[in-house]
């Protein structure tokens, strides 16, 4: 370990790109970690057309490789490996298969991960029809029928806001009564669009270069279904990458931070989707990053 950074980020996504934007512009030496591609969740979404200027859309892809040439050009160093260990003493160390790297902050930007489905033709038609953002996709789907996964606050929130583009939204939900809270759920039965499946669990998604429907399984009665559908919404869940970080105060499994992106750990900072937070949006995963950099500059600035 020859060279002491100023900050480490861990994570390569929206949030993860702007905090190093910050930090490596006020000249404090920053070393980014990313074990794949840069960019995240969006590279995947083929147009984001509610993050701000953009008045006719960016491509998920293209913003991403966007936010990583700004923080290259800054001064923002990269590794593209696999964490293993991270320890959290007054030089936070980071530890890959192949060396270790410290530094004097700690900036945790890794996400989480789709609870996917886990049925045949998931992988297949994902960015074909299947979505897990009804708030970044629900404009493509006006007037055509979808599906919807779950039960939960999420799912029942987005079919609501789905419901106001789509011609006709079906919630398939595995149990007899939703989890939801009650409010949202009276919301829901009173929009005469929405109808539900209860009992029922998806099997297999069908169709040749897009999603053209859905078989579901009733839990009760064992009765196949085939629905003919245009796209589906996955809202089971999200699971944050957060078994690195077992020494910092969780949340079911996320972060909590106070408003400047403070976690419990003296110098360790989080931000964007794995820290416990209302909105998880591409905008508000820049703005964390953002104020987690100017935390890092303000905690160095007072002397460690």
């Known amino acids: 370990m020859e060279k002491i950074y100023d900050v480490i980020i861990i994570g390569g996504g929206p949030a993860g790109l702007s905090a190093a934007v910050y930090s ?56 593209f490996e696999e964490i293993i260990e991270i320890n959290d003493g007054k030089t936070k160390i980071v530890r890959t298969a192949n060396a270790q790297y410290g ?42 029928t979808v599906a919807v996964i779950g039960g939960g606050d999420s799912a029942v929130q ?48 069908k169709g040749s270069q897009k999603v053209e429907g859905l078989i579901v399984s009733n839990l009760k009665t064992k009765i196949q279904e085939e629905i003919i559908l245009d796209g589906i919404f996955v809202f089971i869940g999200l699971i944050p990458n957060s078994e690195h970080f077992q020494f910092l105060k969780l949340e079911n499994g996320y972060i909590i931070t106070d408003e400047n992106m403070r976690t419990s750990a003296q110098g360790v900072f989080a931000c964007g989707d794995i820290r416990k937070k209302q909105l998880r949006q591409v905008v508000t995963a820049a703005s964390d990053g953002a104020c987690a950099a100017i935390s890092v500059e303000h905690y160095l600035d007072d002397g460690l």
């Not at 147009?47 to 200027?53: D, Q």
């Not at 045949?120 to 007037?143: L, T």
Request: hydrophobic letters at 40%; glycine letters at 8%; a positive charge.
């Open 158 to 205: 987005e079919s609501v806001y789905l419901s106001k583009f789509a011609k006709s939204v079906i919630v398939i939900h595995r149990r007899d009564s939703f989890r939801a809270a009650k409010s949202l759920q009276e919301k829901l039965f009173s929009i005469p669009n929405i109808s539900v499946k209860y009992d029922c669990v998806p099997l297999q998604i």
């Open 103 to 144: 530094a004097k902050s700690l900036i945790i930007a890794a996400g989480t991960k789709i609870r996917p489905m886990g049925i045949k033709g998931e992988n297949e038609f994902m960015g074909k029809g299947i979505s897990y953002c009804a708030v970044c996709d629900a404009p493509f789907f006006k007037n055509k």
């Open 24 to 79: 490596s512009r006020a000249k404090l030496k920053t070393l980014l970690f990313e074990k794949a591609a840069c960019g995240g969740q969006i590279i995947i979404t083929d147009l984001i057309e509610n993050y701000p200027g953009f008045d006719s859309g960016v491509n998920g892809y293209e913003l991403a490789m966007k936010l990583e040439s700004q923080a290259k050009k800054f001064g923002t160093d990269f590794v």
